[in-house]
């Protein structure tokens, strides 16, 4: 599938996310956590997907319902309130330039059977170049990879530093929960 996208939507938002859209199933529904001004939700939504976004800024929210209506949107504190989405499961979960240890293994379990799960965001390095410089903040090498070593099917995996959109060092994962057809249930 090739991303067919105005150019202000295809310079804001993540590439490793466009790259690996076209593995949650078309039309799916899709979490965009921690979602910020919904440049990834805003881009789901016109590619056809049933987007959920959440936040803790109402006013962001209320930005991404304005711009796109059929975006469902949840104003939730994810790191001091309860889970929102316990019993839910989503095709795809995407989470850019956030980490909240605690949630990953609620993210694992509300991803549904063939699933994807796209995320990307900062590591130990990156406070050589700003923020976010605080390590509760910053992946350790690999981390990403151990959370889902278990659980999950790798699809793809970098670390490191990167020069655009500007300098930084990130972590990326995207991995999926595939059921192998050939194996008994």
């Known amino acids: 599938m090739i991303l067919d996208m105005t150019p202000h939507m295809h310079e804001k938002t993540s590439l490793w996310v466009q790259r690996f859209l076209p593995l949650i199933t078309a039309g799916g529904s899709v979490l965009d956590l ?13 590619l056809g997907y049933r987007v959920e976004a ?13 711009q796109a209506p059929g975006i469902v949107t949840r104003l939730a ?20 330039n956030y980490l909240f240890r605690p949630l990953l293994p609620m993210l694992l379990d509300a991803l549904d059977v063939n699933g ?7 590591m130990v390095g ?8 605080n390590p509760a903040f910053l992946l350790r090498p ?10 999950l099917t790798l699809v793809a ?18 991995a999926t929960r595939r059921i192998d057809p050939l194996l008994p249930a």
């Open 142 to 151: 690999g981390e990403l990879l151990d959370v889902v070593r278990s659980r």
């Open 34 to 46: 921690a979602c910020g001004q919904g440049r990834h939700s805003l881009l789901l939504a016109e």
């Open 54 to 66: 959440v936040d803790r800024d109402a006013e962001a929210l209320a930005g991404i319902t304005a």
């Open 157 to 174: 995996f970098e670390q490191g530093e990167v020069a655009a959109p500007r300098p930084a060092v990130v972590q990326r994962l995207c």
């Open 116 to 122: 994807v799960l796209i995320y990307e965001t900062f």
């Open 77 to 96: 504190d994810l790191e001091g309130g309860s889970w929102p989405y316990q019993g839910r499961a989503f095709d795809g979960i995407i989470v850019t």
């Open 126 to 133: 990156n406070e050589r170049f700003g923020k976010p410089a």
